[in-house]
Antibody, heavy 122, light 110 residues
Framework: EVQLVESGGREIQPGGSLRLSCAAS????????MHWVRQSPGKGLEWVSL????????YYSDSVKGRFTVSRDNSKNSLYLQMNSLTPEDSALYYC???????????????WGQGTTVTVSS | QSALTQPASVSGSPGQSITMSCTGT?????????VSWYQHHPGKAPKLLIY???NRPSGVSDRFSGSRSGNTASLTISGLQVEDEADYFC??????????FGGGTRLTVL
């Protein structure tokens, strides 16, 4: 079964740092680009970041550029999101998601995890 | 970059067809074939319905179809079913090498 499981979300104070993880199974992880997408309470989906299948290329939304870093360890079938300088506006349910394309970017996500919740509050 | 524009809500009766829109610019929806649609039931993970403007992933019902005209993409759902009631989001690749989503459309099946 193709599966993504996120972890690492918790309540944290503004200015703090947090690292999210996403464990992948059921597919050849190192052949697919991966995304992070978030959804703030009562709001829509917001794309956060994309990393290429070998990890050499990374892309970010303007709202997180310079503060968040996406990485992956293909030997562990794992995706990560290092989040620094967190603000209340970063509070959201964070999803990791697999791109459709095999060693190609379709910028579409066909497998999603259940998400992990980040709450930034003093 | 501003989110793609979607109507806040649409509604239809079981068996009917509905179409919802997703409007962007020539720098996103109108400029690239990387337009996607997702169905999102609250509390569940989003589900990909359409990618590359009009392609359906395997396992997605052919009641869902996508199209585009200029800077506006559309999702049509035919033969509406009660279980289609959900939020629907469009997304597009952009010239800034990012992805943007629409604000979402709430579909009510009356």
């Amino acid at each position: 079964e193709v599966q993504l499981v996120e972890s690492g979300g918790r309540e944290i104070q503004p200015g703090g740092s947090l690292r999210l993880s996403c464990a992948a199974s059921g597919f050849t992880f190192d052949e697919f680009a991966m995304h992070w997408v978030r959804q703030s309470p009562g709001k829509g989906l917001e794309w956060v970041s994309l990393i290429s299948w070998v990890g050499g290329y990374t892309y970010y939304s303007d709202s997180v550029k310079g503060r968040f870093t996406v990485s992956r360890d293909n030997s562990k079938n794992s995706l990560y999101l290092q989040m620094n300088s967190l603000t209340p506006e970063d509070s959201a349910l964070y999803y990791c998601a697999k791109d459709v394309g095999l060693k190609y970017y379709y910028y579409a996500m066909d497998v999603w995890g259940q998400g992990t919740t980040v709450t930034v509050s003093s | 970059q501003s989110a793609l524009t979607q109507p806040a809500s649409v509604s239809g009766s079981p068996g009917q067809s509905i179409t919802m829109s997703c409007t962007g610019t020539s720098s996103d929806v109108g400029g690239y074939n990387y337009v996607s649609w997702y169905q999102h039931h609250p509390g569940k993970a989003p589900k990909l319905l359409i990618y590359d403007v009009s392609n359906r992933p395997s396992g997605v019902s052919d009641r869902f179809s996508g199209s585009r005209s200029g800077n506006t993409a559309s999702l049509t759902i035919s033969g509406l079913q009660v279980e289609d009631e959900a939020d629907y989001f469009c997304s597009s690749y952009t010239s800034s090498i990012t992805v943007i989503f629409g604000g979402g459309t709430r579909l009510t099946v009356l």
